[in-house]
């Protein structure tokens, strides 16, 4: 399973940005989708995920109310959407799938990551 994210790059505090991942490959299941951000020093940290079996999103609680995680299981996509952003918010930001019945906060394929900056 590959997973290709798009859409960081450089902003002010208060903008926003959009980013976008697609899970393709071999067949594969989709329980769920998320993002990560990871910060050079810092450990990976959860942003926010989306289960398709329950339809259920969750939120990290320092981007609760600024960031909404959207998508489509039948496309394999999840969308990103990050408002108010704040240069706390400056990270790589990896997008991940869940193809087997894992535990809530464990996922099983990783993409690249994409470079997110915000300025102040």
């Known amino acids: 399973v590959q997973l290709q994210a798009s859409g960081g790059g450089l902003v002010q505090a208060g903008e926003s940005l959009r980013l976008s991942c697609t899970a393709s490959?071999?067949?594969?299941?989709?329980?769920?989708m998320g993002w990560f951000r990871q910060v050079p020093g810092k450990e990976r940290e959860f942003v926010a995920a989306?289960?398709?079996?329950?339809?259920?999103?969750d939120y990290a609680d320092s981007v609760k109310g600024r960031f909404t995680i959207s998508g489509d299981s039948a496309k394999n996509t999840v969308i990103l959407q990050m408002n108010m952003l704040k240069p706390e918010d400056t990270a790589v930001y990896y997008c991940?799938?869940?193809?087997?019945?894992?535990?809530?906060?464990?996922?099983?394929?990783w993409g690249q990551g994409t470079l997110v900056t915000v300025s102040s």
């Open positions: 989306m289960s398709w079996t329950g339809g259920t999103t």
């Open positions: 490959g071999r067949t594969f299941s989709n329980y769920a």
């Open positions: 991940s799938i869940r193809t087997r019945p894992l535990p809530r906060d464990e996922f099983d394929y």
